[in-house]
């Protein structure tokens, strides 16, 4: 009895992180990989004193909400993050293999927002009165957090000129990031 009662724990578990989903989407195209200046299409900015932007989107969405008594079992939740080429850009006179790293950063704080967002889905418990507004602020709450993040990242790196501080942060990358990257 103890084997089956664990089988199914177990299916049950596999069911309930198949409901969680992640997208990392560069040019159209869903894959885990590293930026290159090919992805950077948008129109260049020749007023910006940067040499280079970084622009992405994080989408959520939910469903398959089942209300039991006062709990609420969501059945899915879904974060896409998604580079936008045609608002990033780069002045082609200025890119260089330690800009892309840096640019890479930024895209890093829009992945770690997404598990961010994952994990605090897996850690709340939702009642029918505040699953709307939980879910909300779980998005908003990473999306103010890592934007924040951005902001302090190319403060502290100079935009990638500070070379101690951007190996600070790289090394943050590495160890936070899933390996694929």
Request: charged share 25%.
């Amino acid at each position: 009895m103890q084997t089956k009662k664990t089988s199914l724990l177990f299916f049950g578990l596999l069911i309930y992180l198949s409901c969680l989903s992640q997208k990392i989407i560069i040019n159209g195209q869903e894959t885990i990989r590293k930026l290159s200046w090919s992805d950077f299409t948008g129109k260049v900015d020749d007023s910006s004193p940067f040499f280079a932007y970084t622009y992405y989107d994080i989408k959520s969405k939910w469903g398959n909400i089942k209300i039991i008594g006062d709990s609420v079992n969501i059945g899915n939740f879904e974060v896409t993050l998604e580079l936008s080429p045609n608002k990033s850009w780069a002045k082609k006179d200025k890119v260089t293999s330690e800009l892309l790293i840096h640019e890479q950063g930024h895209f890093n704080l829009g992945i770690l927002a997404m598990k961010e967002m994952l994990d605090k889905f897996r850690e709340s418990k939702f009642t029918r009165s505040n699953y709307n507004t939980g879910l909300q602020n779980i998005v908003t709450e990473a999306l103010k957090k890592y934007n924040n993040m951005s902001v302090q990242y190319d403060e502290e790196t100079n935009h990638s000129d500070n070379k101690q501080e951007q190996m600070k942060w790289n090394d943050f990358f590495s160890k936070n990031l899933p390996k694929q990257l």
